[in-house]
């Protein structure tokens, strides 16, 4: 009886984990369907970078070379440091990380 | 047994799942250096370590922490006997941060006191165009570093300007390396980004010992289309008054910014404080003091910069002294989760 229980939960929770990956899949694919316009997203990055020189690089340069996993955190930790709006951190991060 | 296996294999791809949606990996940063200063006939070394820790938890919180490690070098008698060293460990912040909505976030824990904005912005090592603080710079941030709670943000942020704000209140700690003083203050900057100008006020309020009022206003100027910064503090309490202020132009416009000659960027700063009454535990110079510094930055590929500057330092009823400087700084991050390659 307790092993019917144990498969039942375990594929269920598996039937989940797959429903959750799918729906990511979607929702990411959508999304870069509706970024893909290149020229709204060479005007984000083009406003990121000025997002960028007006705010972060009054003190310091832009980071030589950064992945975008590390950019997220990187302009998260500026959103606090440098009083950053949420809008300007979107635009910022477009820009390191394109 | 099959079932616990199952079950097992669920655990960890729901947590493979989660780990791949969790976009957002902590981060070390920060800088490391090595500095030499000669003032007078004293030298003395400190290699310095200033490790950063970011850790976003979901889409509002963040855990963020700076320490700085530095040794300190010097001969035994200043300027004579055998050199020895003592090690200097500081936790400069340790806050839990929460993004409350596009203008205001909450701060909690040990925090870099924001007066003026040489502690807030300029203080860390890798971004400090002289070695050392201005000797003013210890007028109402009370040691540095606070222990309390803080409110900041943009008040206002538009394309024509820019309000920002922080305050905070801050309790008294004597617990060893985490000792902070009781008082609450905040500032405020109005930042114009079609000139690139920000000046800002800025307050605190001593809620212990000798009780008294710190003001401050400041000003950070980087023209759009030039390579320049100008940067600036005035700041007044009970003890004295004085201010810096400094300029860098980057020479990029002769040849690029990765030439031999753009990597170049001399600086000039000049400082001055009034001293008005000695009052113990101030951290400022117990005599007036004056003191131009002209320097050289030289920034080389992959984040290391090289520092050298020369100053003067004229201290009332005392001898003047040349401060000879150089430094090297290296300025790193690197992702504390495997993952996608820069």
Redesign the interface.
């Known amino acids: 009886m307790?092993?019917?229980?144990?498969?039942a939960?375990?594929?269920i929770?598996?039937w989940?984990?797959f429903v959750?990956?799918v729906a990511?899949t979607v929702a990411k694919s959508s999304q870069k369907d509706s970024k893909s316009d290149p020229a709204a997203t060479k005007t984000s990055q083009t406003e990121g970078e000025?997002r960028f020189?007006?705010n972060c690089?009054?003190?310091?340069?832009p980071?030589?070379?950064?992945?975008?996993?590390?950019a997220?955190?990187?302009v998260?930790?500026m959103?606090?440091?440098a009083?950053?709006?949420?809008?300007?951190e979107q635009l910022i991060l477009k820009f390191l990380a394109p | 047994?099959?079932?616990?296996v199952?079950?097992a294999?669920?655990?960890i791809?729901?947590g493979l799942?989660t780990a791949?949606?969790q976009?957002?990996?902590?981060?070390l940063?920060g800088g490391a250096g090595f500095f030499s200063a000669t003032q007078g006939n004293n030298t003395f070394f400190q290699p310095v370590v200033a490790p950063?820790l970011?850790v976003?938890f979901g889409e509002k919180w963040?855990v963020?922490s700076r320490a700085d490690l530095r040794g300190f070098i010097s001969r035994e008698n200043g300027s004579t006997g055998p050199y020895q060293g003592q090690f200097l460990s500081t936790l400069e912040y340790l806050q839990l941060?929460y993004?409350a909505?596009?203008?205001l976030?909450i701060?909690a824990g040990r925090f870099l006191t924001p007066f003026g904005i040489f502690n807030?912005?300029?203080s860390a090592i890798?971004?400090n165009k002289f070695q050392d603080a201005p000797a003013m710079a210890a007028i109402g941030i009370a040691g540095g570093y606070s222990n309390g709670f803080m409110l900041?943000?943009?008040l206002v942020?538009n394309d024509r300007y820019?309000v920002?704000?922080?305050t905070y209140f801050s309790t008294l700690s004597t617990v060893n390396k985490l000792e902070s003083e009781r008082t609450f203050g905040g500032r405020l900057g109005v930042?114009i980004?079609s000139v690139?100008l920000?000046v800002g006020t800025s307050y605190q309020r001593k809620l212990q010992d000798q009780r008294m009022n710190s003001f401050g206003a400041h000003l950070?100027w980087?023209p759009?289309g030039l390579p320049l910064?100008v940067k600036g503090e005035w700041a007044h309490s009970l003890s004295g008054h004085g201010y810096w202020i400094q300029g860098g132009y980057r020479l990029s416009q002769l040849g690029g910014p990765n030439s031999a000659i753009g990597r170049l960027e001399p600086v000039f700063r000049m400082q001055q404080f009034f001293r008005s009454r000695l009052i113990a535990g101030d951290s400022l110079p117990s005599t007036n003091v004056h003191r131009p510094e002209f320097g050289l930055n030289y920034?080389l590929?992959?984040?290391v910069r090289l520092n050298t500057s020369y100053g003067r330092q004229f201290i009332a009823q005392s001898t003047d002294v040349n401060v000879w400087e150089f430094g090297i700084t290296y300025?790193f991050?690197f992702?504390l989760l495997p993952?996608?390659?820069?």
């Open positions: 307790r092993h019917r229980i144990f498969v939960v375990a594929l929770c598996l989940g984990t959750v990956a990511q000025k020189q007006a690089g009054r003190c310091h340069n980071p030589e070379s950064i992945s975008p996993r590390e997220r955190a990187v998260r930790h959103r606090v440091r009083m950053l709006s949420a809008e300007d | 047994m099959v079932g616990r199952l079950l294999l669920t655990l791809l729901c799942s791949r949606a976009s957002d990996i902590p981060i940063s950063v970011v976003p963040l963020e941060d993004n909505n596009s203008h976030t701060t807030e912005r300029i890798w971004i900041r943000g943009a942020s820019v920002n704000y922080a930042f980004p690139g920000e950070s980087t759009s910064e920034y590929p992959h984040e300025r991050l992702p993952g996608e390659s820069k």
